[in-house]
């Protein structure tokens, strides 16, 4: 089967002015993401993940190794006929509506005419701003910004997506909506690689995770695999009497090799309890 | 599995996409306030006859001549400063902005994006020197028919020979808006045209606005200074450094020279078509020659 990403010994090295030795920025990364997976890669800030994702789109070049996307090398230019990207903190430009800039993007990829125009009111629905659409994108919030961005990358219906920092700085609600859109794209097929410090995002979308640190990969496998602890099981019961629970121990403690290591009520999750409180909330 | 592949370079639909796109971000950046502005000058001071201020002996033809001369040196000031500042905004503006990630992330060969900011400037030069040329034809008809009338009536009152005063028509006629003074003005747009492709090499040297516009305007100086440069050089004769460095600097900046010939057509002389296609000529081969070399460096660019 064809794999959508191939990266192998990605090496790339940025030469500062003023300084002797290179920076080491991405150090013989490889990653293989199959099609129709959402793939994620984590890691500090300056670990080498947005300089990953460019190598991948050809707007770096690799010091050594190869990047393909769906087996076309990412140097040329036709590889990115399969490809939207959604940059790190994006910018359009202001003098255009967010219907135009998808307009303008969708030419870029050689539509026109009634396709065109049915694919701008379909993404524009897709990411919520139909009611936007004719404002100019210099005027959007930080959350817009990113729709259109992901709108964008959509136009010409790639079948991978790649999104860098998708939900930075934009709130638990916005960040919401873009995960939703993530498992949307996932349902239909479309391939995803993005990167993240949220990691209880990438954590829910994430079918496999990449750890990337000084631009070393230092971890990598299915999200299961490395998140399950081997020797652990997990029960958890809705409206157990105390009696219940008690006999519970009981058995438990009588059985030998066994540990009971915590019993208690889970904790929901602060973004959990933001949104109900916030717009999940039935009487404001 | 994988696509028909449909992306080469030098796609003339999507560098038209680029070129229009480019136009619109430079007219929606108000750019063009700066031509109501020259519509606005050449309306009243032709209204309160402002080219005869403090001239009182200004007469006739001479008028013409100095609304030629002040329309023409308008658009050549216009026309270079746009040709330098839109060109050394757009390209910088894309990095920064990083809106050039998500054009480039898209089947975008970098030739065809460089071709299509390039041809946005151009059809910006062109539409509004269009229009600062109708409205200077439209004014200099209109005062040649009045100049004409005073002097037809004048020599007619002196008792001239009909055919005295035809050649005293004829005469004036010519500062009138003549075909000259259209290739004037299209001698205006070329010139314009390699000052931004000049531009373009440079911001994609340079990426900075600031250095792009300094060298820009400093390369049309130079451009303008070759001929005489040259011959002060042939006349002093110099070493073997000497001519190697100024034959060089002749190769990559564009002289201006062959251009000036807008002031001939100022004075009111004629403008042969073999000069026009000499600089049209000239121009295509500058034009080719920069996008060419900024896109063997943009080629390679990192961003
Ligand atoms: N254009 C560049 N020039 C010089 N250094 C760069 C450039 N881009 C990134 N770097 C450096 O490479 C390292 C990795 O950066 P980046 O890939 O952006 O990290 P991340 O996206 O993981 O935060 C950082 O140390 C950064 O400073
Ligand atoms: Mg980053």
Same mark, same amino acid.
């Given at each position: 089967?064809?794999?959508?990403?191939?990266?192998?010994d990605? @090496?790339k090295?940025?030469r500062?002015?003023?300084?002797?030795l290179?920076?080491?920025a991405?150090d013989?990364?490889?990653?293989?993401?199959?099609?129709?997976?959402?793939?994620?890669?984590?890691?500090?800030?300056?670990?080498?993940k947005s300089?990953?994702?460019?190598?991948l789109l050809?707007?770096?070049?690799?010091?050594a190794?190869?990047?393909?996307?769906?087996?076309?090398d990412?140097?040329?230019?036709d590889?990115r006929?399969d490809?939207?990207?959604?940059?790190?903190?994006?910018?359009f430009?202001?003098?255009?509506?967010?219907?135009?800039?998808?307009?303008y993007?969708?030419?870029?990829?050689?539509?026109r005419?009634?396709?065109?125009?049915g694919?701008?009111k379909?993404?524009?629905?897709l990411?919520d701003?139909g009611g936007?659409? $004719?404002?100019?994108?210099?005027?959007?919030?930080?959350g !817009?910004?990113?729709?259109?961005?992901?709108? &964008?990358?959509?136009?010409?219906?790639p079948?991978?997506?790649i999104?860098d920092?998708?939900t930075?700085?934009?709130?638990? @609600?916005?960040?919401?909506? %873009?995960r939703d859109?993530i498992?949307d794209?996932?349902e239909?097929?479309i391939t995803?690689?993005?990167?993240?410090?949220l990691?209880? &995002?990438?954590? *829910?979308?994430? $079918?496999?995770?990449?750890?990337i640190?000084r631009?070393? !990969?230092v971890k990598?496998g299915p999200l299961?695999?490395?998140?399950?602890?081997?020797?652990?099981? *997990?029960?958890?019961?809705?409206?157990?009497? /105390?009696?219940?629970?008690?006999k519970?121990?009981?058995? %438990?403690?009588?059985e030998?090799g066994?540990?009971?290591?915590?019993?208690?009520?889970?904790k929901?999750t602060?973004?959990?309890?933001?949104?109900?409180e916030?717009v999940?909330?039935?009487? /404001? | 599995?994988?696509r028909?592949?449909?992306?080469?370079?030098?796609?003339?639909?999507r560098i038209g996409?680029?070129t229009l796109?480019?136009f619109?971000?430079?007219v929606?950046?108000?750019?063009?306030?700066? =031509?109501?502005?020259?519509?606005l000058?050449?309306?009243?001071?032709?209204?309160?006859k402002?080219?005869?201020?403090?001239?009182?002996? =200004?007469?006739?033809?001479?008028?013409?001549?100095s609304?030629?001369?002040w329309?023409?040196?308008?658009?050549?000031?216009?026309?270079?400063?746009?040709?330098?500042?839109?060109?050394?905004?757009?390209?910088?503006?894309?990095i920064?902005?990083?809106t050039?990630?998500t054009v480039l992330?898209?089947?975008?060969p970098r030739?065809?994006?460089?071709?299509?900011k390039?041809?946005?400037v151009?059809?910006?030069?062109f539409?509004?020197?269009? #229009?600062?040329?109708l409205?200077?034809s439209g004014? =200099?008809?209109?005062r040649?028919?009045?100049?004409v009338?005073?002097?037809?009536?004048?020599?007619?009152?002196?008792?001239?020979?009909?055919?005295?005063?035809?050649? #005293?028509?004829l005469?004036? +006629?010519?500062q009138?808006?003549?075909?000259?003074?259209q290739?004037?003005?299209l =001698?205006?747009?070329?010139r314009?045209?390699?000052?931004?492709?000049?531009?373009?090499?440079l911001?994609?040297?340079s990426t900075?606005?600031?250095?792009?516009?300094i060298?820009?305007v400093?390369?049309?100086f130079?451009g303008?200074?070759?001929?005489?440069?040259?011959k002060i050089?042939?006349e002093?004769?110099?070493?073997?450094?000497?001519?190697?460095?100024?034959?060089?600097?002749s190769?990559?900046?564009?002289d201006?020279?062959i251009?000036?010939m807008?002031d001939?057509?100022i004075?009111?002389? +004629?403008l042969?078509?073999?000069?026009v296609?000499?600089?049209?000529g000239l121009?295509?081969?500058?034009?080719?020659l920069?996008?060419?070399v900024?896109?063997?460096?943009?080629?390679?660019?990192?961003f």
């Amino acid at each position: 089967m064809e794999k959508a990403v191939e990266i192998q010994d990605l @090496v790339k090295d940025f030469r500062t002015p003023g300084r002797k030795l290179p920076l080491r920025a991405v150090d013989r990364v490889s990653l293989t993401i199959a099609p129709g997976e959402v793939y994620g890669l984590i890691g500090p800030n300056g670990s080498g993940k947005s300089t990953t994702m460019k190598a991948l789109l050809g707007l770096v070049q690799p010091d050594a190794g190869t990047c393909k996307i769906f087996g076309n090398d990412s140097m040329q230019v036709d590889s990115r006929q399969d490809v939207g990207f959604l940059p790190e903190n994006p910018y359009f430009y202001k003098h255009l509506t967010g219907a135009e800039t998808l307009r303008y993007y969708g030419k870029l990829c050689g539509l026109r005419g009634k396709a065109l125009e049915g694919k701008v009111k379909e993404l524009l629905e897709l990411v919520d701003l139909g009611g936007a659409s $004719d404002r100019r994108v210099g005027g959007y919030s930080k959350g !817009m910004l990113q729709r259109i961005g992901l709108a &964008q990358a959509l136009v010409q219906e790639p079948r991978l997506v790649i999104l860098d920092e998708p939900t930075a700085g934009v709130d638990p @609600v916005g960040s919401r909506e %873009i995960r939703d859109l993530i498992f949307d794209l996932k349902e239909r097929g479309i391939t995803v690689f993005l990167c993240s410090h949220l990691l209880e &995002q990438v954590q *829910e979308v994430c $079918d496999r995770v990449g750890i990337i640190y000084r631009g070393k !990969m230092v971890k990598e496998g299915p999200l299961d695999d490395l998140l399950s602890i081997g020797d652990q099981t *997990e029960l958890i019961l809705r409206d157990a009497s /105390p009696e219940l629970l008690e006999k519970l121990e009981a058995m %438990i403690r009588s059985e030998a090799g066994t540990e009971l290591l915590r019993c208690g009520r889970p904790k929901t999750t602060l973004e959990k309890l933001f949104l109900q409180e916030t717009v999940g909330r039935k009487h /404001p | 599995m994988s696509r028909v592949t449909r992306n080469r370079p030098l796609n003339p639909r999507r560098i038209g996409v680029i070129t229009l796109h480019t136009f619109t971000q430079l007219v929606r950046m108000k750019v063009f306030y700066f =031509l109501g502005f020259f519509a606005l000058i050449v309306m009243v001071s032709n209204l309160l006859k402002i080219q005869d201020l403090g001239r009182p002996d =200004l007469s006739g033809a001479e008028v013409l001549r100095s609304i030629r001369s002040w329309s023409l040196g308008t658009m050549t000031l216009f026309s270079v400063v746009l040709g330098v500042v839109a060109t050394a905004l757009l390209l910088p503006k894309d990095i920064e902005d990083r809106t050039l990630y998500t054009v480039l992330a898209k089947p975008v060969p970098r030739i065809d994006y460089l071709i299509g900011k390039l041809g946005g400037v151009l059809m910006l030069l062109f539409v509004s020197l269009l #229009v600062m040329d109708l409205l200077m034809s439209g004014v =200099l008809a209109l005062r040649t028919h009045f100049v004409v009338a005073e002097q037809v009536a004048g020599l007619q009152a002196r008792g001239w020979a009909a055919d005295q005063i035809e050649a #005293v028509r004829l005469e004036t +006629a010519k500062q009138g808006p003549t075909w000259s003074l259209q290739g004037a003005v299209l =001698l205006v747009f070329l010139r314009a045209a390699v000052v931004a492709s000049s531009a373009l090499l440079l911001s994609v040297l340079s990426t900075s606005t600031l250095f792009t516009t300094i060298t820009g305007v400093l390369v049309y100086f130079i451009g303008n200074f070759q001929g005489v440069a040259r011959k002060i050089m042939s006349e002093e004769g110099m070493g073997f450094a000497e001519r190697g460095a100024a034959l060089a600097i002749s190769t990559i900046f564009p002289d201006f020279g062959i251009y000036n010939m807008v002031d001939m057509v100022i004075q009111g002389e +004629a403008l042969a078509a073999v000069v026009v296609g000499k600089a049209i000529g000239l121009t295509c081969f500058y034009l080719l020659l920069h996008v060419f070399v900024s896109w063997l460096v943009f080629a390679k660019k990192e961003f």
